[in-house]
């Protein structure tokens, strides 16, 4: 995983990691969609080898991910995020007028993170800006995609918007498990919007839906996460021996 593509210091972006061990699952008609389950935070700049684990009762293979001994994310063909209720985009102007609104703007718990971090500059990170959207709970963010899109960076701009939208501003959280189904890439150049909202939440974990739209509305892409809420202090990649790295 390239530094440049990291979420909190030292380790990857959730969402661009998740998208990039997604390229490795086998889809198919009736498992269009791909889930990804992070169990540690993803190291940068080292070496990583993907297994895939032979088919399941339900016919679908796992693709695991480990640093030397330790296992850091898995992959699994899916049915996918489901379509009931998911809200409709705003405009691109009700989105730039919401990315005003951006709490990250305030104070960010991972400032260094490619999508939404506030440390990056335009021409190596997202600079996504999630804002609530004027009397809704739902979230919006204003996107034109750069020449060098491709899946792995439509994973991570349907990541940290529902982060946002699940309150990851009064209580740091980091990508747990990410379902994603991406139909069809976003065009260089346009202006798309990206949808955020909360689907509820348990304890510790909160749950969140987000929608990548192009200006005509057609839905490019969709995803439906879990977020775990942590002390942001502690989130460092763990050493293949155990300890941290």
Not at 52 to 76: I, K, M, N, Y
Not at 136 to 163: F, I, K, Q, R
Request: aromatic content about 6%; some cysteine.
């Amino acid at each position: 995983m390239p530094a440049r593509f990291s979420g909190p210091p030292e380790s990857g972006n959730g969402g661009w990691v998740s998208g990039h061990l997604a390229q490795d699952v086998t889809t198919s008609p009736d498992l269009p969609a791909v889930t990804v389950r992070l169990r540690t935070p993803p190291p940068l700049d080292r070496a990583m080898a993907a297994r895939t684990v032979p088919r399941g009762p339900d016919g679908a293979s796992t693709v695991e991910l480990f640093d030397g001994d330790l296992l850091v994310a898995q992959a699994q063909a899916a049915q996918g995020p489901s379509r009931d209720g998911i809200p409709g985009p705003v405009s691109f102007v009700a989105a730039q007028a919401a990315g005003e609104r951006y709490e990250g703007l305030e104070g960010h718990p991972f400032p260094t993170c490619y999508s939404c971090g506030t440390g990056r500059s335009a021409d190596d990170g997202l600079r996504l800006q999630p804002g609530r959207v004027n009397g809704s709970d739902t979230y919006a963010c204003a996107w034109v995609p750069a020449d060098d899109v491709d899946a792995e960076t439509v994973w991570a701009a349907l990541d940290c918007p529902g982060g946002w939208a699940s309150g990851i501003a009064g209580r740091p959280m980091v990508l747990g498990t990410m379902t994603a189904r991406v139909d069809s890439l976003p065009s260089v150049g346009e202006p798309h919007v990206v949808m955020a909202w909360q689907r509820g939440e348990e304890g510790r974990k909160h749950h969140s839906g987000t929608a990548l739209y192009a200006a005509d509305g057609t839905l490019l892409a969709q995803a439906e996460a879990t977020w775990i809420a942590i002390d942001p202090t502690t989130i460092r990649p763990a050493s293949p021996a155990g300890g941290t790295a």
